[in-house]
C-alpha cells in the first residue's frame, strides 16, 4: 500500500514538472516571437513624394496667413545651412511646403486674387488684386518652386473658399476649377492637407509646423 502511495506521488509530480515546463515553454515561444511592425499603406496619389530625389526630406506645415513668411524663409534656410554646413546641394534636399486651413489661399496666383482679392484675405484694409508672397517683385514663393520646393494644398479648404466666392446659388465647382487651373507652380491639390502632411511622414519627411 505503501509503495503505491509513493507511485502515484511520483507520477503526479512527474505531471506537474511536466505541466510546469509546457507552460513555460509556450510562454518563452510567445516571448520570442517577432512582433508586426507597422507598414504605412502606399498609395498611387503620394507616389511622387517618394520619387522627389534628395538626402534629406522636409515637410513645412502652413496653417495661417502670419505663418507663411516664415514658411518661406525657413526655406530658405533649408536650402543655405545645409549648403554652407553640411556641402549638400539644394537639389538633394527634398522640401514640401503645405499650405493648409488660412494658409490655403496663397496658394493661388495672379488671376484668382485679382478677381477674389477680397475673399481671399477677408482681412486686409485695402482690396488686394495679388497674392502678396507671390507678386512682382519678388515671387517669394514661385522663387522657391524654381529651387526644387513642392507645394501641397488643401482641397477642403480650398472647396470651402469657392464656396464663400459663389455666395448663394453661385457655381462653387467651377470656381474652384478656375483655382485650380491658378496654382502657384509646383503645387498638388489633395483632399485634405492634414491628410498630405501625415502621408508625407510616412514617407520619412521630417515635420516642421510654422504656425
Known sequence: MKQDMKGRRRL????????????????????????IRFQPARHTEDEWMDKTPGKHRVIIDVTSAAGVPDAIRFSGNLY???????GVEEAEVAIILCLRHSATAFAY????????????????????????YDSAPRHDLSGLAKRG?????????????????AGSGGDSDAILAEMVANM??????????VVGVTHAQEYGYSLLYVG
Request: hydrophobic fraction near 40%; include cysteine.
Open 80 to 86: 543655405t545651412g545645409n549648403k554652407n554646413g553640411y
Open 149 to 165: 520646393v513642392q507645394f501641397i494644398v488643401c482641397g477642403r479648404a480650398s472647396s470651402g473658399i469657392a464656396r464663400r466666392i
Open 109 to 132: 496666383g495672379e488671376a484668382i486674387w485679382a478677381k477674389h482679392g477680397k475673399t481671399l484675405d477677408p482681412t486686409a484694409t485695402e482690396t488686394p488684386t495679388v497674392n502678396p
Open 184 to 193: 502657384i507652380p509646383s503645387s498638388r491639390l489633395v483632399a485634405t492637407g
Open 12 to 35: 503526479m509530480s512527474g505531471l506537474g514538472l511536466t505541466a510546469a515546463a509546457v507552460a513555460l515553454g509556450s510562454g518563452a515561444a510567445r516571448a520570442q516571437a517577432p512582433a
